[in-house]
Every structure is written in structure tokens, then in C-alpha cells.
């Protein structure tokens, strides 16, 4: 039962944030999207504070179980950067009140440090399997690279998807992120 409610705070929390912004999104409105009373979050999360790092952790977690079951379907470096790719810019990554949650988060872990934590974890997580895969493919030097070069367009191209909600699809970001590395890796095409 303790894990039912906390499951239920967690996805109410993100429902809040969505609907109401994340300064909006107080213990009473949390709670009553729950159908749960106030107490309950102080029982299982101490405050306000902690439920939003749960929370967080939560998204956080939903992301490395995408990223892990698509990686371990990979058979190939390439494939491995691309199961990367296709977690991060999945359907349920991108799904409207998901991104609601990521959005607030991010703008909130700068001064947060328990938000601050788990978006460094999250980070840490992505290069890490960037760089894995392009250390079969790449010098080491060219690998570092190449990862923190993907990192920044996956999370670019995931941004301006969140924030223009027209002209770049989910799909398209997608598309140009798979492009970029491909680039990357047969850099010989386009040198001199």
C-alpha cells in the first residue's frame, strides 16, 4: 500500500505540475489530484520538497528503464548510441505532462541541491552510455567528444521540442539527432 501511495503522489505531483505550473502545485492541490489528504505527503515524503525530488527521481528512473531495456537489445556501438537516442526522445519521455515535469525540474535544480543531484546523476548517466558506445568506434579523446556532443543536441533538440510545440516534432528531433551522429562517425566524408 505504501508503494501504491507514493506512486499516486508522484503521478499526481507531475499531473499538478502540468496543469497548475510548478509554483502552483502546493501540497493541498497535489494531494486532492491524488485523492489523498495533505498528511499523507509529510508521512511519506516529510515536504513538499521531498516529494518533488521523488518525483524527479521517479522521471529519472523512467528514463534509465527506457535507455537500459533498449541497450540491451543493441548488438553494435551504433546501436547502442541509437538506443540512447530513442530513449530520450520515446513516447513516453514525451509525453505531455512528462515534459510539464522535466521542464520545471530543470529550471528549479539550479537552486534545489537535491534536484540539483538527480539532474547530475541523469546527466552523468547519458554521457556515460554515449561515451561507452563511442569508445568501440572512436579514439578515446574523439569519444569524449563525440558524447558530450550528442548529449547537447539530444537535450537541445528535446528542448526546443518542448518549448516551440510546433515547427520541430519529437520525430524530427529524432531524425536530426540520429543524423548528427552518423556524422560523427564517418567524419572522413566531410574532412577537406
Known amino acids: 500500500m ?13 499531473t499538478s ?9 502546493t501540497i493541498s492541490r497535489i ?18 520538497a521531498g516529494l518533488l525530488a521523488a518525483t524527479m527521481r521517479s522521471l529519472a528512473q523512467d528514463l534509465l528503464r527506457e535507455t537500459v531495456a533498449r541497450l540491451k537489445a543493441a548488438e553494435t556501438p551504433e546501436q547502442r548510441i541509437d538506443a540512447v537516442i530513442l530513449a530520450n526522445f520515446s513516447a513516453d519521455q514525451n ?3 512528462n515534459v510539464s515535469a522535466w521542464l520545471a525540474f ?3 535544480a539550479r537552486k534545489t541541491p537535491a534536484l540539483w543531484r538527480i539532474q ?18 572512436l579514439p578515446d ?6 558524447a558530450a556532443g550528442l548529449a547537447a543536441m539530444i537535450e537541445g533538440l528535446w528542448l526546443r521540442c518542448a518549448l516551440s510545440n510546433g515547427p ?4 524530427q528531433a529524432r531524425l536530426i539527432a540520429r543524423d548528427y551522429a552518423r556524422r560523427l562517425l564517418h567524419k572522413d566524408q566531410f574532412s577537406q
Request: charged share 30%; net charge negative.
Open 2 to 14: 505504501e508503494d501504491l501511495r507514493r506512486r499516486q503522489l508522484i503521478a499526481a505531483t507531475i
Open 17 to 25: 505540475i502540468h496543469e497548475q505550473g510548478f509554483a502552483n502545485a
Open 31 to 48: 494531494s486532492r489530484t491524488a485523492g489523498l489528504s495533505g498528511g499523507i505527503v509529510a508521512h511519506y515524503f516529510d515536504d513538499k
Open 95 to 97: 509525453e505531455p505532462e
Open 106 to 108: 530543470w529550471a528549479e
Open 120 to 137: 547530475k546523476i541523469n546527466e552523468r548517466r547519458l554521457l556515460s552510455n554515449l561515451r561507452h558506445a563511442f569508445r568501440q568506434l
Open 141 to 146: 579523446d574523439e569519444a569524449k567528444l563525440a
Open 168 to 171: 520541430l516534432t519529437i520525430d
